[in-house]
C-alpha cells in the first residue's frame, strides 16, 4: 500500500471557522508533510514532522497549526483564515532509506476560504 | 529559491520520446536530483532520483551530466496519460525528512 489519503477533498470555510484536514498513510513512514499550492503555481513546503516531532516550520502563520497524533496521522487545523489562504493542501510521508528517499503525496484538500 | 532551471513548456508526439532538460549548475556533491510530476488537479507523483550514475526504472530514465550540472528525464514512450508538469528538484539526502523545494517546473504537453 503506497497510499497517502486526504479528507475532506473539498472544503469551504468562513474567515471565523475552525476546521481541520487530515492525513493517513500506513507505510510505516517516519515522516510527514504539508505543502501549499496556489493555482498555477508549484507547491511550497509548511510544515515537516520526523518521529511525531515537528522539525521544519517555514515560517507559516500561526492561524495554522499542524499536528501528529501517531505515526500514520497528520492533521492541520485552520483558524482564523483569510481569503488568500484559499489553496490546494497536499500532504506527503517519506521513510528515509539509503541512496535518497521518495515522498509520496495524497491527492490534497481543495480549501475556499470565503 | 529553487535550484533548478527548466523550459516551461514542451510538446512531444505520443509515441514519441519525451526528453526534459533540467539544470543545476549549483548543485553540491551531497544533493541528489530528483523528478516529480503532477497531473492536473492531482499531487505529485514521484518518478525518480538519481545522485551521479545513469538511473532507469519502470517509468523513465534519468541522464545525469558527468559535471551534475545539468540532467535528462527521458518517458521512453509519451503517451496522453504522461501530459502533465514536471518538476526537477535537487535536495539532500537529510535522514529521516528531505526538504524538496520546487521550482516552476515543465508543462508537458503530449499530442495525439
Known amino acids: 500500500d503506497t497510499e497517502v489519503t486526504q479528507t475532506p477533498k473539498h472544503l469551504v470555510m468562513g474567515m471565523t471557522n475552525k476546521k481541520s484536514l487530515k492525513c493517513e498513510q500506513h507505510m510505516g513512514h517516519r515522516a510527514m508533510y504539508w505543502y501549499k499550492q496556489k493555482a498555477k503555481k508549484p507547491p511550497e513546503l509548511m510544515f515537516v514532522?520526523?518521529?511525531?516531532?515537528?522539525?521544519i516550520n517555514e515560517s507559516v502563520p500561526s492561524r495554522f497549526s499542524p499536528e501528529c497524533p501517531n505515526s500514520s496521522l497528520l492533521n492541520l487545523h485552520l483558524h482564523a483564515l483569510q481569503p488568500e489562504d484559499s489553496a490546494l493542501y497536499l500532504c506527503?510521508?517519506?521513510?528515509?532509506?539509503?541512496?535518497?528517499?521518495?515522498?509520496?503525496f495524497g491527492p490534497g484538500t481543495r480549501l475556499l476560504v470565503l | 529559491d529553487a535550484k533548478t532551471t527548466q523550459p516551461p513548456s514542451m510538446d512531444c508526439a505520443e509515441g514519441r520520446a519525451a526528453n526534459l532538460p533540467c539544470n543545476h549548475s549549483?548543485?553540491?556533491?551531497?544533493?541528489?536530483v530528483y523528478w516529480y510530476r503532477q497531473i492536473h488537479s492531482q499531487g505529485p507523483q514521484y518518478i525518480i532520483h538519481?545522485?551521479?550514475n545513469n538511473e532507469t526504472n519502470e517509468m523513465a530514465s534519468l541522464i545525469i551530466t558527468e559535471d551534475r550540472k545539468s540532467s535528462t528525464l527521458i518517458l521512453p514512450h509519451a503517451t496522453l496519460r504522461d501530459t502533465a508538469v514536471y518538476y526537477c528538484?535537487?535536495?539532500?539526502?537529510?535522514?529521516?525528512?528531505?526538504?524538496?523545494?520546487f521550482g516552476t517546473g515543465t508543462l508537458l504537453a503530449v499530442q495525439p
Open positions: 528538484i535537487v535536495s539532500n539526502y537529510g535522514g529521516a525528512t528531505n526538504k524538496l523545494i
Open positions: 549549483t548543485i553540491s556533491g551531497n544533493e541528489y
Open positions: 506527503a510521508s517519506s521513510q528515509a532509506r539509503q541512496g535518497g528517499e521518495t515522498q509520496y
Open positions: 538519481g545522485l551521479k
Open positions: 514532522y520526523s518521529y511525531e516531532k515537528l522539525s
